[in-house]
C-alpha cells in the first residue's frame, strides 16, 4: 500500500496480500467484503489528497458494488512471424498476440474464450481463482493503421464471470532513423521537439523549453513549481526501441521545489500499455533516483508518490536501468511533475536535459512495408488414436459455415491437409471414426496452418 493510500489503494493492497498467502476462498471472502461495502471493483477515487469539507471540496468517491471480473494486466507479446517476420507490426500484416488474463477475483472463471475484434479468437478454458493463463491470437493489422502510431486493438472476453472487455494499443511499424540523445537544443523556446508531446493535468503550469539554467545551452525542458492552484505537467517522450535486457537511460536534471509537496517521477509505458512508474514497471535507478515522498497535497495528482523533491543544488546525473522484459520492445518514457496548491520557491521547478541512452535510441521516423497476405491457405495436420498411433481413413470434415463441409479422408500414417482454403475467416475442423471420439478443433486462418492435430479417445 503506498503512503497516504486511498480506499481503493488500501483495498487493492489487501487483496494482493490475499493472493499472495492466502486461498481462492480468502480471496472471493474479501471481494464480497468490499463489494457490500461499495469499494466493489469498479469503485473509483477523484482528486485523491483533495479536500471535502462539507462535501464541496475537490475528492470524489464513485460507489461500486460489482464483483470483479477478469483482468489483462500483464503485457502482451507481439510476434510477427506469420508475416514478414523482422519483429515489428505493419499495416496489412498477420501478427500473434500472445494475450495473458488474470483472474484475481477468487472464484473459478470457467468457459473462458477471447475474440479479437477484426481477429481471431481463443479458447482459455477454465482460469483459477488466483492464477493467469496466456493463449496465442492471430489479428491482421489494419491497411490504413498509421506508420509509426498506436493502434487499438478491442479484446472481448466472456466467461462464467460475465463478459469484458480491454482496449490495448500497438505500436505499427519498424523503426527507420534513430538517435541515442535528445538535449532539446535543436528548437525555439517554448517550443519542443518534433515526436515529444506535454500536457498539463488538474490546472497545472505546462513544460516547456527554456533557456533559462540549461544543461547544455540553449534550452532545457522546464516544468514551474506553482505557487497557487498546483496540478500538473506531462512531458512524453517518442517512441523508444530497446534492443538490450541491459539497456539504460541516463538524464540530467536540476530541481528546486518545496521539499514533501511538489515534485517529479519517471513513468513507462511498455509495448503501448498503460503507464508505470519505472519502478513498479520493474526498472531501476543505478543512480539519483527518488529522495522523497510526496504528501497528499490538495490537487497534486502525484501525492503519495516516491520522487525527487526539495532542492537538487544544481543538475544531478540520474541513472536508470530499463525493466528487462523491455528487450526487443518499442516503449515510452514520460516525465511528470505535480504541485499542491500553495508554497513554491521562487522561480522553482524542474529541468530535464541531456536524455541519452544505451541499449535503445529513439526513433526518429518508422519504415512499414510488407507483403500482401495471401489470399489463400493450408490447414494440415495428424489424426492419432489414444496409443500415439496415426489413424488411417478417419473422416476430416471442414466446416465453412457456408454450404455443405469439405471433406477429406486421413492416410495411412493418419496425416490429412485441406488446400486453397480462404484466408481470414475461423473455421471448424472435426473427425469422425467408427471407433474412437474426437473434440472439434476452432481455427481461425490467416495463413497455412499445421499441426492441427485430433487425439482420439474410447
Not at 516547456?208 to 516544468?223: E, K, Q, V, W, Y
Not at 526501441?241 to 511538489?262: G, H
Not at 536535459?353 to 519504415?367: M, R, W
Request: proline content about 7%.
Amino acid at each position: 500500500s503506498p503512503p497516504s493510500p486511498t480506499f481503493v489503494n488500501a483495498r487493492d493492497a489487501i487483496i494482493a496480500a490475499g493472493v499472495a498467502g492466502g486461498t481462492p476462498a480468502d480471496v472471493a471472502d474479501m471481494w464480497a467484503g468490499f463489494a457490500v461495502r461499495g469499494l466493489g471493483a469498479d469503485a473509483i477515487v477523484q482528486h485523491p489528497g483533495g479536500n471535502s469539507t462539507s462535501g464541496t471540496g475537490t475528492a470524489r468517491v464513485t460507489q461500486s458494488f460489482a464483483p470483479p471480473n477478469l483482468f489483462q494486466v500483464e503485457s502482451i507479446q507481439i510476434s510477427d512471424a506469420s508475416g514478414d517476420n523482422d519483429g515489428f507490426p505493419e499495416p496489412g500484416e498477420i501478427i500473434t498476440l500472445t494475450v495473458p488474463l488474470t483472474n484475481n477475483t477468487g472464484n473459478l472463471a470457467t468457459g473462458v474464450t477471447l475474440q479479437v475484434a477484426g481477429g481471431g479468437s481463443a479458447n482459455f478454458g477454465a482460469i483459477a481463482g488466483t492464477s493467469t493463463s496466456s493463449q496465442q491470437v492471430t489479428y491482421v493489422v489494419p491497411t490504413d493503421a498509421t506508420c509509426g502510431g498506436l493502434t487499438s486493438v478491442t479484446l472481448n472476453v466472456n466467461s462464467s464471470l460475465g463478459p469484458v472487455a480491454f482496449v490495448r494499443d500497438i505500436f505499427i511499424g519498424k523503426p527507420g532513423s534513430t538517435i541515442p540523445i535528445e538535449n532539446f537544443d535543436n528548437v525555439t523556446a517554448p517550443g519542443i521537439p518534433a515526436g515529444w508531446t506535454a500536457e498539463a493535468i488538474s490546472g497545472g503550469t505546462n513544460f516547456i523549453s527554456s533557456s533559462a539554467l540549461p544543461d547544455t545551452p540553449p534550452n532545457s525542458m522546464f516544468a514551474l513549481d506553482p505557487l497557487t492552484v498546483g496540478g500538473g505537467t506531462n512531458l512524453t517522450s517518442p517512441a523508444i526501441a530497446v534492443s538490450s535486457p541491459t539497456a539504460t537511460l541516463s538524464f540530467r536534471n536540476n530541481y528546486n521545489t518545496e521539499i514533501d509537496w511538489d515534485g517529479g517521477v519517471l513513468e513507462i509505458s511498455i509495448s503501448g500499455g498503460g503507464f508505470k512508474d519505472i519502478l513498479a514497471a520493474g526498472g531501476s535507478f543505478q543512480q539519483n533516483g527518488y529522495n522523497r515522498i510526496l504528501g497528499a497535497g490538495t490537487n497534486n495528482p502525484l501525492g503519495g508518490r516516491s520522487s525527487w523533491s526539495g532542492n537538487s543544488n544544481g543538475y544531478v546525473t540520474t541513472v536508470v536501468q530499463f525493466p528487462p522484459n523491455t528487450a526487443g520492445s518499442i516503449v515510452q518514457l514520460r516525465w511528470r511533475f505535480g504541485a499542491d496548491d500553495n508554497t513554491a520557491p521562487i522561480g522553482g521547478g524542474w529541468h530535464i536535459d541531456t536524455i541519452s541512452l544505451v541499449g535503445a535510441t529513439f526513433i526518429t521516423s518508422f519504415e512499414c512495408s510488407v507483403p500482401p497476405p495471401p489470399a489463400f491457405a493450408n490447414i494440415s495436420g495428424r489424426i492419432i488414436n489414444p496409443f500415439g498411433t496415426g489413424l488411417r481413413n478417419a473422416n476430416v470434415s471442414l466446416n465453412t459455415g457456408q454450404g455443405e463441409p469439405i471433406k477429406v479422408l486421413s492416410s495411412s500414417l493418419g496425416y490429412y491437409q485441406f488446400d486453397n482454403v480462404p484466408v481470414g475467416s475461423g473455421y471448424v475442423v472435426s473427425v469422425a471414426s467408427k471407433r474412437y471420439r474426437f473434440q472439434s478443433q476452432q481455427v481461425n486462418l490467416f495463413n497455412n496452418l499445421t499441426n492441427v492435430d485430433f487425439v482420439g479417445e474410447e
